[in-house]
């Protein structure tokens, strides 16, 4: 007679904690470990980072490597390479070196495309795409700072364009002397592609720079039929350097006729002016399908220099 009522009174307690065992504590966190009837080496004693110590002397739980270790892959033994210099170990320091003054890559038209690329993206915007210095970043602050603004040198300088090429690798990496010029090791971690840049500033610098005896006469081209301003693939727009010369017309390696100094910065801007050349002949390009341009045709450029040489 009692048990019944009982029973089920006994039960449905029963089922009650059932569900609320088995609920748990669901959604609440705990920093304690769950209850883990076998741990095997599940669990084991260990630091988190930036935990307190109280077996290192110093407190901390997080240890600093032994001086002197190199993470696999990240051996800098080549200092030419890695810092520009002449055996240095010490990369940073600018006091008391001797910097490169040859490539220590191989220089090839796939770097100066590299190097192109990366110089417009990191370099331009404050020492512009011809390198003269006149970048939106450096306007911009000349617009803020007036006098006060610290200006990028122009590359076209008698002495950037003696500066070693290690150097300008070093500024790269670790910017310029006085610390007004941040460096760009962060941003341009690959060193080939600080190099690659540094093949491109001395292309610039020849874009510009080139003496009269730097110029190599053209092989004479088997005649051909004047092509008309600027219709086809030879016609080279200004604004685009001296890579475009190698790139339309000149087969790779070989020696394409040097542009005489402009008086103008040629490639500053695609609006620039087009470079008008009185003393410029027509471009007799070696490659039996180039057609020779049109000097003042507007939009036309007579063809650059393919052949790089850094030292
Ligand atoms: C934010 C603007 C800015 C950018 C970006 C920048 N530079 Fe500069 N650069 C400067 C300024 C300003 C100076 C002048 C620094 C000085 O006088 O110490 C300078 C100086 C230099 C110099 C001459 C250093 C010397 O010792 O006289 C070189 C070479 C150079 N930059 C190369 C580069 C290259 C290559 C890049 C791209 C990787 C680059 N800069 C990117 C602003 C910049």
């Known amino acids: 007679m009692f048990t019944r009522p009982g029973l089920s009174f006994l039960g449905s307690l029963g089922l009650l904690t059932l569900a609320v065992v088995l609920s748990g504590c669901r959604g609440n966190t705990s920093r304690e470990p769950p209850v883990h009837l076998n741990p095997n080496?599940?669990?084991?004693?260990?630091?988190?980072?930036?935990r307190k110590s109280?077996?290192?002397?110093?407190?901390?739980?997080?240890?600093?490597?032994?001086?002197?270790?190199?993470?696999?892959?990240?051996?800098?033994?080549?200092?030419?390479?890695?810092?520009?210099?002449?055996?240095?170990?010490?990369?940073?320091?600018?006091?008391?070196?001797?910097?490169?003054?040859?490539?220590?890559?191989?220089?090839?038209?796939?770097?100066?495309?590299?190097?192109?690329?990366?110089?417009?993206?990191?370099?331009?915007?404050c020492h512009a795409k011809d390198g003269f210095g006149g970048g939106k970043v450096a306007l911009r602050s000349m617009d803020l700072e007036g006098v006060?603004?610290?200006?990028?040198?122009?590359?076209?300088?008698?002495?950037?364009?003696?500066?070693?090429?290690?150097?300008?690798?070093?500024?790269?990496?670790?910017?310029?002397?006085?610390?007004?010029?941040?460096?760009?090791?962060?941003?341009?971690?690959?060193?080939?592609?600080?190099?690659?840049?540094?093949?491109?500033?001395r292309a610039l610098q020849r874009s510009q720079d080139a003496s009269a005896s730097m110029y190599v006469k053209p092989k004479p081209a088997p005649p051909v039929e004047p092509v008309p301003t600027g219709t086809d693939g030879v016609a080279i727009p200004a604004g685009d350097g001296a890579m475009n010369g190698a790139e339309g017309g000149t087969p790779e390696g070989q020696t394409a006729p040097a542009k005489p100094a402009a008086p103008t910065p040629a490639n500053a801007a695609p609006a620039a002016q087009p470079v008008a050349a009185p003393a410029v002949k027509p471009v007799a390009a070696p490659a039996p399908a180039a057609k020779p341009v049109a000097a003042p045709a507007p939009a036309a450029k007579p063809a650059a220099p393919a052949k790089i040489e850094t030292k």
């Not at 004693?45 to 930036?50: H, R, S, V």
């Not at 051996?75 to 320091?93: F, Q, V, Y």
């Not at 500024?171 to 592609?193: E, F, L």
Request: glycine content about 8%.
């Open 54 to 125: 109280t077996f290192f002397t110093d407190g901390r739980s997080m240890r600093k490597p032994p001086t002197g270790t190199v993470a696999r892959g990240q051996l800098r033994a080549n200092t030419s390479l890695h810092c520009g210099k002449e055996n240095s170990n010490d990369c940073a320091s600018k006091d008391n070196v001797t910097y490169i003054e040859k490539l220590p890559i191989p220089l090839t038209l796939e770097t100066m495309k590299r190097g192109r690329d990366r110089y417009n993206i990191y370099c331009a915007p």
């Open 148 to 201: 006060q603004a610290i200006k990028p040198p122009t590359f076209h300088s008698t002495r950037l364009g003696k500066m070693p090429v290690g150097e300008i690798y070093h500024t790269i990496a670790y910017g310029s002397k006085s610390g007004a010029m941040y460096g760009y090791r962060h941003q341009i971690t690959d060193v080939n592609d600080r190099w690659a840049i540094v093949a491109y500033i």
């Open 41 to 50: 080496m599940d669990i084991q004693d260990k630091y988190k980072p930036y």
